[in-house]
């Protein structure tokens, strides 16, 4: 597992877990723009998959974006004061909270289901046109996969075996619809078939499984053997958004029964069972409450766009004589 410690991989997951929950905080004073979705429980696969890319890789993400752009290499600086408008941000605050790209990390997101698909396959084949072995990595959900731009996607990244990962975050929901509801088969990875792909599905709260994976799915695409289409199994433990009733579609029960399976109490267990002590663990939370104390001070201090800059990118320069209307 590219020599990374179970220790390491809980650490890069708590970091998340703890960055979601200020995120939320932010979100209910008002200091986030545009939607916010909360994203705990689904750390594994952020770690496992997005932290596995290599700096040149290309990542895409979906409107659940944030914690896959941190495990994928952009900074907490540049994520958090893009969801709250700020110019620090990694699009000068001109994205909010799930539309934004971090083009010196190769990371890009967007909240249109399923969008982000077509355009992985686009990223892949010029890859392959450059004949690089750089590899893309398109994150979507169980509900993208009922898109019609899902299929495109495979279906031509199958035909012309680019170097892209489609990783499907299968969370149990699309909204407020449990996936039972909207998907015909039983495994999402089984729509593989239709492609003549692997048909791979993985315990996405496990984040071992999910870096073994990873790593190996990536070595073999930078080989040619791509594409892929794994299905990660992990479950939204929050509402689809901050303030979501939750309640006309799945039980409080429910919920506390799958959070004895999130991807923190897995790993803990398993780090203890080895014999790590507790107390080394429960001491990784000082240093990270501290980090993100500071860059949530920092951030409410960053500046948002004045005017010109926020338009900077809609509008093209005046040339010489036209009449700028505002
Ligand atoms: C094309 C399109 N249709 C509908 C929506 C509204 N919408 C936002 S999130 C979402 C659910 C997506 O579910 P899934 O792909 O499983 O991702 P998850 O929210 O579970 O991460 C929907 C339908 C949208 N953003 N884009």
């Given at each position: 597992m590219s020599g990374v410690s179970l220790k390491n991989l809980y650490e890069e997951m708590l970091l998340l877990r703890r960055f979601d929950k200020l995120s939320m905080r932010l979100k209910m004073k008002d200091l986030i723009y545009s939607g916010y979705h909360p994203t705990e429980g689904q750390e594994a696969v952020a770690v496992g998959f997005c932290g596995a890319?290599?700096?040149d890789d290309v990542l895409l993400s979906t409107h659940r974006p944030h914690i896959h752009a941190v495990a994928g290499g952009c900074t907490m600086e540049a994520v958090l004061t893009e969801m709250m408008g700020r110019?620090?941000?990694?699009?000068g605050g001109l994205g909010g909270g799930m539309q934004y790209v971090d083009p010196e990390h190769n990371f890009y997101c967007g909240s249109?289901?399923?969008?982000?698909l077509p355009i992985a396959t686009g990223v892949a084949m010029a890859m392959k046109q450059q004949g690089s072995d750089r590899v893309c990595m398109c994150m979507f959900g169980d509900g993208a996969s009922n898109t019609g731009s899902f299929h495109e996607a495979l279906n031509l990244a199958a035909i012309w075996k680019l170097p892209v990962i489609f990783v499907c975050e299968?969370?149990?929901?699309a909204e407020a619809m449990p996936v039972e509801e909207f998907?015909?088969?039983?495994?999402?990875?089984?729509?593989s078939r239709a492609y003549d792909l692997e048909e791979i599905s993985i315990d996405g709260n496990d984040v071992e499984a999910c870096r073994a994976t990873a790593d190996d799915l990536i070595e073999r695409t930078r080989k040619g053997e791509g594409p892929f289409l794994v299905e990660a199994v992990t479950y939204r433990?929050?509402?689809?958004?901050?303030?979501?009733?939750?309640k006309t579609y799945r039980t409080k029960d429910e919920v506390a029964e799958k959070k004895q399976e999130e991807p923190l109490v897995r790993a803990r267990e398993r780090l203890l069972e080895q014999g790590t002590d507790a107390a080394e663990l429960d001491a990784l939370e000082g240093p990270i409450k501290e980090r993100l104390d500071a860059l949530s001070e920092w951030a409410v201090e960053q500046p948002f766009p004045t005017l010109e800059q926020a338009i900077d990118n809609v509008y093209i320069p005046l040339t010489e004589g036209e009449v700028a209307c505002r």
């Open positions: 890319l290599r700096d110019t620090t941000g990694c699009s249109v289901v399923g969008s982000n299968n969370n149990g929901f998907v015909a088969c039983k495994r999402i990875s089984s729509r433990i929050r509402g689809h958004y901050v303030g979501d009733p939750e």
